[in-house]
C-alpha cells in the first residue's frame, strides 16, 4: 500500500491534473439523475447533524444543468430517501442506530423527505423515484426509463459523494454507461470522504469534471439526428 502525507483533497487535485486513465466521455444522449437532494441533507440550518455542504452553489449548478438537459428534451430523474412509519423497508441499513436523526427516520411526507425548495422539478416530465438503499438504481424504475429513452450517459448529482452518488456511480458504469461526475454538483460531510471518494471515482468508475464541462455540453446537443 502506498503512504501519504498529502491530504485526500491534494491527491485529488494531483489526480485531476494529471490524469492517468482514458476519459469515457459524453455520449450520444444523457439523463442528469440527482441523488437524494432533500432537505435532510441540504438544509444544515434545519438539520446539522444529517445535512452537508460542500460547494455553496451546489443547489444552483443542480437546477441549472437539469433545467437546461430539461429544455433539450433529456431525461432528469430526482430521488429521494423515505421509510415507512414503522422503518419496516428500511432493513439492515436502518439498524445501525435509531434516534430521531437516523436515516431510518426519514418518514414519508416528513420535511426531511422534501426536495430542497432551491430546486424546481417539473413533475410533468421528469422522474421522481423514491429509494431506499443507497443506488439511485436499487430496486427503482431507472434503468428501465434510461433504457426506454435510449440514454448512454448519466450525470450523476448530490449526495453523499462517499454514499450514494459512489453506489449511483459504480451501479451506472457496471450498467454500460457512461458516468460522469461533475465535482461543484456532490457534497459530503468532511472533505476527506469527499475527496477521496472522487479520486476513486476518477480513478476507476466515472469522470470526474467541472459542471462547466456539462453546461457546455448540453449547449452544443442539437438532440437526435
Not at 17 to 42: C, H, M, W
Not at 79 to 93: E, I
Not at 107 to 130: H, P, W
Request: glycine share 4%; aromatic share 12%; charged share 25%.
Amino acid at each position: 500500500m502506498v503512504t501519504s502525507d498529502k491530504t485526500a483533497r491534494q491527491i485529488f487535485e494531483d489526480v485531476y491534473a494529471n490524469p492517468t486513465r482514458a476519459a469515457f466521455g459524453f455520449g450520444e444522449r444523457l439523463a442528469i439523475v440527482n441523488v437524494d437532494p432533500q432537505k435532510s441533507y441540504t438544509r444544515p440550518d434545519l438539520y446539522p447533524k444529517t445535512s452537508y455542504v460542500t460547494d455553496p452553489k451546489q443547489m444552483f449548478y443542480i437546477d441549472q444543468i437539469s433545467a437546461l438537459a430539461r429544455s433539450k428534451g433529456l431525461p432528469v430523474v430526482w430521488t429521494h430517501v423515505a421509510y415507512m412509519d414503522n422503518a419496516a423497508d428500511a432493513g439492515v441499513w436502518g439498524t445501525r442506530t435509531d434516534t430521531p436523526d437516523s436515516l431510518q427516520n426519514i418518514k414519508f411526507g416528513s420535511e426531511r423527505s422534501e426536495f430542497d425548495d432551491r430546486l424546481n422539478i417539473d413533475r410533468s416530465v421528469d422522474a421522481v423515484y423514491t429509494k431506499r438503499m443507497p443506488s439511485a438504481f436499487f430496486e427503482t424504475p431507472l434503468e428501465s426509463f434510461l433504457t426506454w429513452h435510449k440514454i448512454d450517459t448519466v450525470v450523476v448529482t448530490g449526495g453523499s459523494t462517499s454514499g450514494c452518488i459512489r453506489a449511483t456511480a459504480v451501479d451506472s458504469l457496471s450498467r454500460g454507461y457512461r458516468t460522469i461526475v461533475p465535482m461543484e454538483c456532490v457534497a459530503d460531510k468532511h472533505e476527506s470522504y469527499h475527496f477521496a471518494n472522487l479520486t476513486d471515482l476518477h480513478l476507476k468508475y466515472a469522470d470526474v469534471v467541472k459542471v462547466a464541462d456539462v453546461i457546455s455540453w448540453l449547449d452544443s446537443y442539437e438532440g437526435e439526428k
